[in-house]
């Protein structure tokens, strides 16, 4: 079965500084997809980034990027330029590749991101 | 941009009764989800439900729950006699296929007393 591991419980920063948010998995399948999910105190499930494992390039987004090591399987978050409104509880999540019928998601137990002022 | 919406945000049950969260999933979506998170703990798979039947289960979602898509629009999580350790975040989810990602809807907050 594939678990998912954030050793972070909580994590500050510095409003503007960077941080970066850990994550291991584990999983005996080649074709899979690493997400990072946003859960603001509204407890909606904001989608913040996504990699497919066959990419080797990381993904991007505006302020976020990851760094993943898929012989590691590591999958870190990093923001930048850190804002109050990144304040919230981060979630990193395994979901296999495509084929088959069900793409269920294997979270971690979450990161709480505080960001001082 | 499409949503995938909940109903009730909120609910408020006794100990014993029938409780139905209600999903209408984004229309053209093939696969559909719920998934629990109680209060500070991680979020945790349910059901997955494909092709108008149950494609995996938890080890969670035993004989009190269940799960339909009566119309083709709305899907449903029935939980039958609930229990005070029901009372979570249940989140609704729809994925069109493999190669796209997740739609969460809002959630429904249940409270069981």
């Known amino acids: 079965a594939q678990t998912v591991t954030q050793s972070q419980p909580e994590m500050s920063v510095q409003e503007a500084e960077t941080v970066t948010l850990s994550c291991t998995y584990d999983t005996s399948e080649s074709d899979y997809y690493l997400f990072w999910y946003k859960q603001p105190p509204s407890r909606q499930m904001i989608l913040v980034i996504r990699?497919?494992?066959?990419?080797?390039q990381n993904a991007t987004e505006n302020r976020f990027s990851v760094n993943f090591q898929k012989a590691a399987k590591s999958f870190s978050l990093k923001i930048s330029d850190s804002q109050l409104g990144d304040a919230a509880m981060y979630f990193c999540?395994?979901?296999?590749?495509?084929?088959?019928?069900?793409?269920?998601?294997?979270f971690g137990k979450g990161t709480l991101l505080t960001v001082n002022p | 941009e499409p949503e995938v919406t909940q109903t009730p945000s909120h609910q408020v049950t006794q100990m014993g009764q029938e409780v139905i969260l209600r999903c209408v999933p984004i229309?053209?979506?093939?696969?559909f989800y719920w998934y629990r998170q109680i209060l500070g703990q991680k979020v945790e798979f349910l059901v997955s439900f494909y092709n108008n039947e149950i494609s995996e289960k938890s080890e969670i979602f035993d004989d009190q729950f269940s799960v339909e898509r009566p119309d083709g629009s709305n899907f449903t999580l029935k939980i039958r006699s609930t229990k005070l350790e029901d009372s979570a975040m249940y989140f609704c989810?729809?994925?069109?296929?493999?190669?796209?990602?997740?739609?969460f809807g809002s959630g429904t907050r249940l409270t069981v007393v």
């Open positions: 999540a395994y979901r296999r590749g495509s084929g088959g019928s069900n793409y269920k998601l294997t």
């Open positions: 229309s053209n979506h093939l696969y």
């Open positions: 989810a729809s994925i069109r296929d493999g190669y796209y990602g997740y739609t």
């Open positions: 990699q497919e494992a066959y990419k080797q």
